[in-house]
């Protein structure tokens, strides 16, 4: 009986050993046709972590709740991680950063919160992570900065004096034509004005908006100094930093050349004549809005491309023939930038959580991610249809859907979270006023060409970057000065040519030709 009773007992072990064995591979086969169905992660296995650790990021947001919406919850149960967003209007995010940061409550990921030079100037402290010390352990940052030779110029872009990589970059989330000069259209053909074509079209334009609608400032603006920065590149140049003269294939520094001088006195003698809004520097948002949509206040502005059918949608009851258009480029190239497929993103706290945050934003940048944060859910936020394109769900049909309403109402887009962008989402679906857009720009070829790479070592860094700091400061006041009658000329520009020398224009132009030089060799 003993015998019996222990081969009984043996065989019974090997059945339970063989049942686990087997339910084992169930368990496995069971997670891996999960993972399967959240698409190409480009090699990243999920989940990331089994003890639903917390990850709490800051980002800039006017919506509350964020953590409560559908896409974050299922990027949490994805991840196996614990998603906490904490969402902080965009005015305020840098107070609230700075008061985290004095007190050593730093959440696990932080983005728009610190300038470029102030994360690298904390990552060097030890604040954030080194990000290219993880680089093999992040397989998607790798495959599109590292093993991409278009794109590992992020490794000298984005570096800091100690040739590591403190923010975490983004890809493919740009459209062609993004922002630009709209006009209002229905008000011109009322009046009998044609687009304009040419700088002078547009100054004659707005000279007739001025005598029709005498008490109208025909061009407004909400952005402030950065109005400097949208026109320079039909004019050549990128204001206030350098730009590539193309025949003399050598770097200018753009705020002392005689094109930004050009620029300056035409936007002067725009508001001179009062056809360049008196607030043009201080306006809000909201009062932009009151300006560009009621009757006769303003016709012409730069903004977003999507902001035209925004606009529509506010006020098509009260005025169904608003009608706001995209226009060509102001300025003697007539291009618009050419936006880079790569941009900068939010820093990492240097924590014992720090892989799995790094791990969550790689998983991001992946296909599966750009679908789960631009898309979301296949049968819960979209839904494919017949003919391949992507209709968003919960929404009227008549509504145009923005990033915006994506975001409120299912954590979607936002910003400094999602590192890519889905090509069938919103974004890229473009209405028919922003198709008509991205032609004007795309068939004429009118993009102005990127600034070539330039390589820095690591000891020229901290020189550049105060330089770089000091320029823009210095050139953004006298712009404003300049354009506001304050300080015009041309006694003014010497003077102003001479002070931006004392301050290293000069000298960042020679190292810029030194190094780019180098750099062809």
Known sequence: MGKKRGAILLLLLCFILASCGQKSSIISLIHSDSAMNYGDTGGLELPLDTNHTKISILVASDFSNLSDKLVIKELS?????DVDIIEVPPASIQEKAKVMLSSNDMPDIVNSSFSFDEINQLGAQGTFVSINKYI??????????????????IFNTYTSGDNNLYVFPKFEFQRPVNHGFLYRKDIFDRNGISAWKSTEEFYQALKKLKTVYPSSFPYVSK???????????????????????????????????????????FMRKLYVEGLLDEEFLTCTQGNWEVKMTEPEKAFVTFDWISQMDIFYEQVQESNPEFDLRYAYPVGPTGNVATLSKIGGGPAVTNNSKKLLSLKLLDYLLSPSGAELMTLGVQNKTF????????????????????IDDLEERYGMFIDGLYRRVDKRSVYFNYSKKEQEAQDMIIKENRFAKELPPVRFESAQKAQVSK?????YAASMEFAQNYVLGNDAGETSWDRWAEKANYLGAEELVALYNHQYQKYLK
Do not use: C
């Open 77 to 81: 149960e994805r991840t196996g991680l």
């Open 136 to 153: 093999n352990e992040l397989p998607n940052l790798k495959k599109h900065f590292v093993d991409d030779d278009e794109n590992n110029i």
């Open 223 to 265: 952005t402030g100094t950065q109005i400097f920065s949208d026109w320079s590149t039909s004019w050549g140049i990128h204001f206030p930093g350098l730009f590539f003269d193309e025949e003399e294939q050598i770097f200018k520094y753009s705020a002392t050349d005689p094109k930004a001088k050009q620029m300056l006195d």
């Open 383 to 402: 839904q494919v249809e017949k003919d391949g394109s992507v209709k968003y769900l919960g929404f009227s049909q008549e509504k145009t859907i923005s």
């Open 467 to 471: 330089w770089t700091n000091d320029l």
